[in-house]
């Protein structure tokens, strides 16, 4: 069943013109058009900016979800100040609740950040039954436990995929294995900002440059000094332990200890025993027994993620943790998701294309060969077919080779020509390295 004509005065029309669906009943139509959904920003900030634009843009891929997603409405702090994403919201930006909750809603968004206001307004959406979505981990770490139970009691939903290493949006997958998901610790990097700026000075930038970029990128918090400390990750590592351990750890109590008390030399010294440091956010849990901290430490690898110990093993979860572009997607995934539950039995998949060129990827290769391979000789061998070799090693009566990336022609060529000259087998497995493995 068809809803309202939705049109806003001073907004693009032929962007907003729209048939309005109410979602429900859109589920029933065999016709299939996409249904409207009307998003509600609570906040319009560097991440709600990056949002409303991504309603705009990624439109045309998400109606072939069933969905498409309009900025129906911004609530900000202060709405005179000029914003250039007030552009990207249909019916413009306000400072009055009361305003934004008299606009037919689908979904609300929630980007403000920190505890207050956020609480109130997401509970006055989940209230009146508006699922909300949000990426305020400072929110879900203080309140998650009684909203998720609020909007339970309403008949909605809250989802805050967004709030934890945007990036890497593994709730969801933890939470749809309820057997594999009984998790008993997690490690991870849930920090970008402190990430890149240790992973910075790795390579010789200061402090301060480094947190300037991150800031100018947008991964910091307004005041960087919640990533600087650990508050950030200990909110986050709050919200982990509460999911997959089902335990209510309060940021507050988790020993941090701030990136700033490393210094140059340390770094150094790390990187000389094959590690680095990273900034790391722990916690193992037993009952209501907690072991847990935030800080950097030295570590082996550089995994951008998260892992998991739990009932289906240990789990790794890598990707980026910050930043405008991921945290939107992820927000308008939680969105999509959310609606697409009541879409599913309508939609038409978008049509599938033909692989037409399928290939192995130029990576890194381990070598295993067999027959009278002289270490010298192979290695320049390979060498004359463009095949860099950085190891090689005799083992019993196989030699085993590393190469730097080379392309799968050209090994293969290679290898045709070392048999030839050993008398035996060479056989070619790709290497890579262990976090992209990981
Ligand atoms: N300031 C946060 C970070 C943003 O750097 O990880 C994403 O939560």
């Known amino acids: 069943m068809f809803g309202m004509v939705y049109l806003q005065a001073g907004a693009n ?4 013109v729209v048939i309005t669906t109410v979602l429900d009943h859109a589920a029933d139509d065999p016709a299939c058009v996409p249904a409207t959904c009307r998003i509600g920003l609570l906040g319009l900030g560097t991440i709600g900016a990056a949002f409303a634009r991504l ?64 609480y109130t307004l997401v509970r006055r959406a989940l209230d009146r039954g508006i699922p909300v979505v949000t990426a305020n981990k400072s929110l879900i770490a203080a309140h998650g436990e009684e909203l998720v139970t609020l909007a339970r009691r309403r008949g909605t939903s809250v989802r805050f995929e967004a709030g934890c290493i945007s990036g890497v949006p593994f709730l969801g997958t933890f939470e749809r294995r309820p057997l594999a998901s009984r998790a008993s610790a997690v490690t991870g990097i849930l920090n970008g900002t402190s990430n890149s700026i240790l992973t910075a000075m790795t390579s010789g930038v200061r402090f301060d440059a480094a947190l300037a970029d991150a800031q100018r990128l947008g991964f910091a918090e307004p005041d960087p000094g919640m990533d600087i400390s650990g508050r950030d990750a200990a909110e986050k590592l709050s919200i ?46 037993a009952g209501a027994t907690v072991r847990a901290f935030v800080g950097p430490a030295r570590v082996t690898g550089v995994t951008n993620g998260v892992v998991i110990e739990s009932a ?42 033909a692989a037409t060129d399928v290939r192995r990827p130029d990576t890194s290769w381990f070598l295993r060969l067999t027959g009278d391979a002289r270490r010298s000789d192979v290695a320049d061998l390979l060498g004359s077919y463009g095949v860099w070799c950085t190891r090689v090693a005799r083992r019993g009566d196989r030699t085993y080779v590393l190469t730097c990336a080379a392309n799968t022609s050209r090994v ?3 290898l045709d020509a070392v048999r030839a000259a050993i008398g035996g087998t060479a056989t070619a497995f790709p290497a890579l390295d262990g976090d992209a493995a990981c």
Request: net charge negative.
């Open 13 to 16: 029309l032929e962007r907003f």
């Open 55 to 118: 309603t705009r843009d990624a439109g045309p891929h998400l109606s072939t979800r069933g969905i498409m997603p309009v900025a129906s409405i911004a609530l900000v702090r202060s709405a005179s100040r000029p914003r250039d994403a007030a552009d990207d919201v249909a019916a413009g930006v306000t400072d009055s609740a009361d305003v934004f909750f008299t606009e037919p809603l689908d979904v609300v968004v929630e980007v403000l950040g920190g505890v207050e206001p956020a």
């Open 240 to 285: 982990l332990a509460r999911l997959f351990g089902r335990v209510l750890l309060d940021p507050g109590t988790v020993p941090m200890e701030a990136i700033s008390a490393i210094e140059p030399e340390d770094i150094s010294a790390a990187t000389a025993f094959d590690g680095a440091i990273r900034p790391l956010a722990h916690a193992a849990w």
């Open 312 to 353: 289906g093993g240990t789990q790794c979860y890598t990707g980026p943790g910050a930043g405008p572009a991921v945290t939107a997607a992820t927000l308008m995934d939680d969105v999509i998701e959310l609606l697409s539950e009541r879409r599913a039995r309508t939609l038409t998949p978008e049509p599938a294309k």
């Open 412 to 414: 293969a060529a290679a």
